[in-house]
DNA sequence: CTGTTAGCGCGTTCAC
DNA sequence: GTGAACGCGCTAACAG
């Protein structure tokens, strides 16, 4: 079958292929008519514009684009939704991708950039600091949701922006709670990933708590999972792998929910009451914390600010209304039924 | 700046376009040393190719697109993960989209087919029969994923293939199972919807299993959630209600085990334990199954087998060894923790 | 208001 | 092994 295109229907309805370009990109320089006419002529045939070829010629293109490393991570899943929402609010068109694990996502930003005409990019997951200087070779205004600015890297700082909360500051906060619970001997579940990421700020935060409390740390209580923070698999054989160690900890703190309630189910195999024997704390306040059993103490990211503030600021610095940014929105603490005092 | 386009490296290396070209697609007619020249000017340069023309131009494109109506919903992750796996084994390229719940789907694939030179098309989630007529304008064949046939659509048929559980079979074996534990007041937990999908089938195997046992349907027993039926608010708010309602029940079968998890929590929450005073059975077989306390009792999919075989029957037809067909893997009971005999 | 025409950036003939 | 020229389908000038 012959594939139909804008000639065909030019043909067909005995204009110019340029009249049918007006019809379909409802530009104002039209006859209502004939553009009625056209437009039956098109659903018709059920012709489709080819969006290769528009995006090869098309200036314009009001579109943000949307990189997501790991787009199956629930953790994502309520920013997407506000993203998408407020980005048609602004009548701007919305391409969503997924990252790969093993893909750059700098690379891909540079490649869609390309395919279409991009305005602004969004990203979620990876990390900021590894392609600072990368990013510039990005020509539009890049934001990241969710992860913060390194501290250190004042000279990138005005690259690109971040909405985030402050996770080393949410971290400590967390193990200041549970320090003022009565516990000392606190295990943490984190990764053990090199590259600077939320992770190590997560991991940050513990270790300036205890010092700040004069607690010394116990390496045996830092266990590391096995590469995802975002399955209950690995938190569950980690938590047995604490358990079995035989280490004493009267709290266990893992840096993401899903973690946590990997780590409740093995306490609960082994015997363990959750917060009877030892108390139980997540981190990002996802649905998930919210429905376990029992429910979680954990921090909460503020997901739908973050998102919105997310496309406001992208939208300030595509309009030249702002400088790049990075904001910090404050957490809150969760006090679930999964600690309690000692 | 001035895009970098294929002319530019062109000049720079002194050669013709079409050698560029060449080198970059990987071609066999061309020098070795002036292709490792040409790469070399394209790394220093950060010449990136532009994807619109090339697909404006390529007739080949190896390309698979996977179409996925609600990507952030968990369930799909396991699948995606191995789809993309097995897409890549045979040497195609994948393009991963998600379908907002308000686009029709087969228009999405329709103007994809036009973009991109696609060779076949994997659906997930959405709906296989609204749009069997539809489907026949797509020229490449299409198979979904999870999604059964219906069994009275014989006509439309050979316009795609489905691979999935036997939903209503795997629902009454479930229902079956509850009524062997001795359980007779079965309340279930379920879509509104009108349009056919898995979740009637679903409900059309507790019917068929109370049917068959002789048991009596009480409508009341019967509960709706608000649309989604993969989010454990949903499943609290409606097992509040049915609790509130005071009518009385020993099982609650949930047609997804999210909603069983936000199920439980309710329960919890009104003082009813599991599985002492009410059995609780989920569907799906979800990690989050596994994890939750009580572990639930349910339907496991074999999403990987159905992924794999799904890839297999889309690439068997896209060479011509098969026709459309309808595939059925049966599911596993997983008989939980929150479930017991009365 | 409408038709004609020139590219967008690239892959692909077809000569050389 | 390589380069010149053509055209993929469309939008955006421009001329009418």
């Given at each position: 079958?012959?594939?139909?295109?804008?000639?065909?229907?030019?043909?067909?309805?005995?204009?110019?292929?340029?009249?049918?370009?007006?019809?379909?990109?409802?530009?104002?320089?039209?006859?209502?008519?004939?553009?009625?006419?056209?437009?039956?002529?098109?659903?018709?045939?059920?012709?489709?514009?080819?969006?290769?070829?528009?995006?090869?010629?098309?200036?314009?293109?009001?579109?943000?684009?949307?990189?997501?490393?790991?787009?199956?991570?629930?953790?994502?899943?309520?920013?997407?939704?506000?993203?998408?929402?407020?980005?048609?609010?602004?009548?701007?068109?919305?391409?969503?991708?997924?990252?790969?694990?093993?893909?750059?996502?700098?690379?891909?930003?540079?490649?869609?950039?390309?395919?279409?005409?991009?305005?602004?990019?969004?990203?979620?997951?990876?990390?900021?600091?590894?392609?600072?200087?990368?990013?510039?070779?990005?020509?539009?205004?890049?934001?990241?949701?969710?992860?913060?600015?390194?501290?250190?890297?004042?000279?990138?700082?005005?690259?690109?922006?971040?909405?985030?909360?402050?996770?080393?500051?949410?971290?400590?906060?967390?193990?200041?709670?549970?320090?003022?619970?009565?516990?000392?001997?606190?295990?943490?579940?984190?990764?053990?990933?090199?590259?600077?990421?939320?992770?190590?700020?997560?991991?940050?935060?513990?270790?300036?708590?205890?010092?700040?409390?004069?607690?010394?740390?116990?390496?045996?209580?830092?266990?590391?999972?096995?590469?995802?923070?975002?399955?209950?698999?690995?938190?569950?054989?980690?938590?047995?792998?604490?358990?079995?160690?035989?280490?004493?900890?009267?709290?266990?703190?893992?840096?993401?929910?899903?973690?946590?309630?990997?780590?409740?189910?093995?306490?609960?195999?082994?015997?363990?009451?959750?917060?009877?024997?030892?108390?139980?704390?997540?981190?990002?306040?996802?649905?998930?914390?919210?429905?376990?059993?029992?429910?979680?103490?954990?921090?909460?990211?503020?997901?739908?600010?973050?998102?919105?503030?997310?496309?406001?600021?992208?939208?300030?610095?595509?309009?030249?209304?702002?400088?790049?940014?990075?904001?910090i929105f404050p957490g809150d603490l969760i006090k679930g039924e999964s600690t309690?005092?000692?």
């Amino acid at each position: 079958m012959a594939e139909i295109t804008i000639v065909e229907i030019a043909k067909r309805c005995g204009v110019g292929v340029s009249t049918v370009s007006r019809a379909i990109n409802n530009h104002s320089d039209i006859n209502p008519e004939t553009k009625k006419r056209i437009m039956e002529v098109i659903k018709e045939t059920g012709y489709i514009p080819n969006n290769s070829a528009r995006n090869l010629k098309r200036t314009d293109a009001k579109c943000i684009a949307v990189l997501v490393k790991g787009i199956t991570n629930p953790f994502f899943a309520p920013m997407i939704a506000v993203v998408e929402e407020e980005i048609e609010k602004m009548k701007y068109a919305l391409v969503l991708r997924h990252v790969e694990a093993y893909e750059d996502e700098v690379d891909v930003a540079l490649e869609l950039e390309k395919e279409k005409r991009l305005r602004g990019i969004i990203f979620m997951g990876g990390n900021a600091r590894q392609s600072a200087d990368r990013l510039r070779q990005l020509n539009i205004p890049v934001v990241f949701a969710t992860i913060g600015s390194d501290i250190a890297d004042d000279l990138n700082k005005n690259a690109y922006s971040t909405v985030s909360v402050d996770d080393a500051k949410e971290s400590r906060r967390l193990v200041e709670y549970l320090i003022g619970l009565g516990h000392k001997k606190i295990a943490i579940m984190t990764e053990g990933s090199e590259t600077p990421s939320v992770v190590q700020l997560r991991l940050k935060g513990y270790l300036e708590a205890l010092k700040i409390n004069g607690i010394e740390v116990n390496d045996n209580l830092i266990r590391y999972v096995d590469k995802q923070i975002y399955t209950m698999h690995n938190g569950y054989e980690t938590a047995r792998a604490l358990i079995e160690s035989g280490e004493e900890f009267t709290a266990l703190y893992c840096i993401s929910d899903v973690l946590a309630v990997g780590a409740l189910r093995a306490l609960a195999d082994a015997g363990i009451r959750v917060p009877e024997d030892v108390s139980v704390a997540g981190f990002d306040g996802q649905e998930l914390a919210e429905y376990s059993i029992p429910r979680l103490t954990t921090i909460r990211q503020p997901l739908a600010d973050i998102s919105r503030e997310t496309v406001r600021l992208l939208f300030d610095i595509i309009d030249k209304k702002s400088y790049h940014r990075h904001i910090i929105f404050p957490g809150d603490l969760i006090k679930g039924e999964s600690t309690r005092e000692i």
